[in-house]
């Protein structure tokens, strides 16, 4: 079912649903206050009558015969009843009515008058004292006026439900083609994008209402999914030239040692430059594994210390930067210890500042790198610094995506995995990253952890 005849059905039933009950609340309360109005009639008819019948022998003849005339479209003598105390009928000409009982006659007696409808007629019974006895007077009308009234009222009410039903169900049908026109045209828009170009925007309509934020909503939608086939097209990119060195390599080498037998020195050195090759292959292979599975990662957080981390990593990485030529600085300028604590995955975050220190010596020539651990604003401040040849400014800005690399790496190997792979693990643990370079002079990498509780 579409939205237009949803919200047309909901219309037309939320409009016939209180127009029923509110025709009900009317129909009845007009059926009772007309009943109300038919007896109170009646107990003045019965009224009038008793004093027209029993007060005859007390008035003057000339105001009797006024009352006569004044009241006669009122007393009818087949209509009126006058019992005695014996229950026999002494004035009227209502005489054996079978609607009124002896029961309806001492209720008279003992309640001083009842009302009752039988056999489509009004009744109405009065005790009257008089000096000629205690009577009871009874009146009667028909109710055919009652009935028709309160037949014309249903035949106006109904008709007023069914009209009103037909006249919101139209004014829903056009009320919804008013309503959802914006979303017609958004569904258009859509439709009309060019799936090759994905990340194409669809243009505000400036509403300032629920399609705007529905045409944010698929903007930011639609451009994640063309970051993410961005990324996989890189991917594919990436596997189709890094993964091609190294296995060019490997079956380079057994295709050329394959071709004569060699020397013991030479089976060792093609195996070494073999399992070099497979070792990375197998390094990207664990990074690309743990990025995919960044997002699902549930690892229980647990408290550690960050500056053991950075003497761990230290130890790991010294001897590769001696090898290099280059050495590792570490500066402590924490004076609160409890900054040093922090409650993460130690695993992922010894891998993602691994990464970082690396990177820097990689690219440090020579030069030491810097690592100073320090505190502000009761935050803990980790800054990997080297003085290496730096990045251009428009790397700068995608140096963290994916499989990027910057234009002035020359022959240093690299993935474009590694700080990539970092910012989503300083990012799961909110750690903030910021990275400063300038060409030729060296690039800061400065981690700033959140404010310690």
Same mark, same amino acid.
């Not at 079978?98 to 056999?119: T, Y």
């Not at 006249?167 to 959802?180: G, P």
């Not at 194409?200 to 903007?219: F, G, H, P, Q, R």
């Given at each position: 079912?579409?939205? &237009? ?11 016939? #649903? ?24 009646? &107990? ?44 026999? +009928? ?17 209720? +008279? ?55 009103? !039903? ?22 258009? &828009? ?5 799936? /090759? ?21 698929? /903007? ?67 990074? !690309? ?16 210390? +960050? ?17 290099? /030529? ?34 820097? #010596? ?26 290496? &040849? ?40 909110? #750690? ?22």
């Amino acid at each position: 079912m579409t939205l &237009r005849n949803r919200f047309t059905l909901i219309s037309s039933l939320s409009f016939g #649903i209180v127009s029923i009950i509110t025709s009900a609340v009317i129909f009845f309360a007009y059926y009772d206050s007309t009943k109300i109005f038919y007896f109170e009639k009646l &107990r003045n008819t019965a009224l009038i009558s008793a004093i027209y019948y029993l007060e005859k022998d007390e008035l003057p003849k000339d105001r009797h015969a006024q009352i006569k005339k004044e009241y006669n479209h009122l007393i009818q003598n087949n209509r009126v009843a006058v019992y005695n105390q014996n229950n026999e +009928v002494t004035f009227g000409h209502n005489v054996n009515d079978k609607n009124i009982k002896l029961s309806d006659l001492q209720a +008279v007696r003992n309640n001083k008058g009842v009302q009752f409808m039988s056999d489509n007629q009004f009744y109405y019974g009065i005790f009257y004292p008089d000096n000629q006895g205690d009577f009871v007077v009874f009146v009667k009308s028909s109710n055919d006026s009652f009935q028709s009234q309160i037949l014309r009222l249903a035949i106006i009410m109904l008709s007023v439900l069914v009209i009103g !039903l037909l006249a919101i169900y139209f004014l829903s049908r056009y009320l919804s083609k008013v309503v959802y026109k914006p979303i017609s045209n958004v569904v258009e &828009r859509i439709n009309k994008v060019d799936y /090759n170009n994905i990340s194409t925007a669809i243009t505000s309509m400036n509403t300032n209402d629920e399609i705007e934020d529905l045409i944010k909503s698929y /903007n930011k939608l639609f451009g994640r999914i063309s970051e993410n086939v961005l990324l996989q097209q890189n991917f594919i990119n990436y596997v189709s030239h890094e993964f091609k060195t190294p296995l060019a390599a490997i079956s380079g080498n057994l295709e050329v040692f394959a071709q004569k037998d060699r020397t013991p020195e030479e089976y060792r050195e093609v195996a070494k430059e073999s399992l070099e090759n497979v070792y990375e292959i197998e390094n990207i292979l664990n990074n !690309l594994l743990l990025m995919s599975g960044m997002t699902k990662l549930e690892a229980s957080h647990q408290q550690m210390r +960050v500056d053991e981390l950075i003497w761990k990593i230290y130890e790991k990485l010294e001897p590769k930067a001696k090898e290099n /030529n280059s050495s590792i600085k570490i500066q402590l300028q924490v004076a609160k210890p409890a900054l040093l604590e922090f409650p993460g995955n130690e695993t992922l975050l010894y891998l993602a500042l691994y990464n970082i220190v690396e990177n820097a #010596i990689k690219y440090s020539y020579d030069k030491p790198v810097v690592v100073v651990l320090s505190e502000k604003n009761n935050q803990l401040y980790i800054e990997v610094r080297d003085e290496g &040849r730096g990045i251009p400014s428009d790397d700068l800005m995608k140096i963290a995506e994916t499989f990027y690399r910057g234009r002035n790496v020359d022959t240093v190997k690299g993935s474009g995995i590694g700080l990539s792979l970092s910012k989503s693990i300083f990012d799961h643990h909110h #750690i903030a990253m910021k990275i400063d370079s300038v060409v030729n002079k060296g690039t800061s990498v400065t981690l700033i952890f959140p404010a310690h509780s």
